[in-house]
């Protein structure tokens, strides 16, 4: 879908934005306790999925071809949170729900720690689709959702969170899958 350096580079900014907004609304409606879905207390079911090649804890010598972000790049995306030894990277394209997603990992220790998954679509009925779908698919094997609300769905999973996310860019209409392994809770924050 995106052939050119910076069309991908596009793609790891707004995966990297769209996952640093949605870190931070699902901590605020944790902390405030919206939309919990039946007041259930955190139940951890399942593990994330794997999206093509790619899931969490793997290690990054495991996968072909990645580019690392260049400083200047990292530096463009104002990241709200950063990892001692932390290293992002533009992933080759991977299937996942019977289609091509853009990939950008995020690896601290040679090891995933974040696998984020972006589908650009032509219009917000093609997008709906798919976050219907997908929340069927999710529902089914994570089962009910930690926290819900019209743009966002995260499942609280044995190895992390799935958080799905939608938005509009302007002519283009985005569905974001972010995982995040658990191991992320030890590391050492420099930002």
Known sequence: MFSSLAN???VAGIALILGGIVYGLVAVQRAAGIKEERGQSKV????APTIGPYRLD???GEVAKIVELTPSERKALNLA?????????NAPPADF????WEIILGAVDNRVYKVSAVLVLENHEQRDRMWRNLDGQF???????AIASEDIITWDTEDGNVVMNRADTGA??????TLTSR?????ARIK
Do not use: Q
């Open 8 to 10: 991908r580079n596009l």
């Open 44 to 47: 951890r079911r399942g593990h």
């Open 58 to 60: 793997m290690k990054t």
């Open 81 to 89: 949170v950063e990892f001692k030894s932390e290293r992002i990277y």
């Open 97 to 100: 729900a019977g289609t091509s």
């Open 139 to 145: 529902r089914t094997s994570l089962g009910t959702p």
């Open 172 to 177: 283009a209409h985005v569905v974001v899958l």
């Open 183 to 187: 191991a992320v809770s030890g590391y």
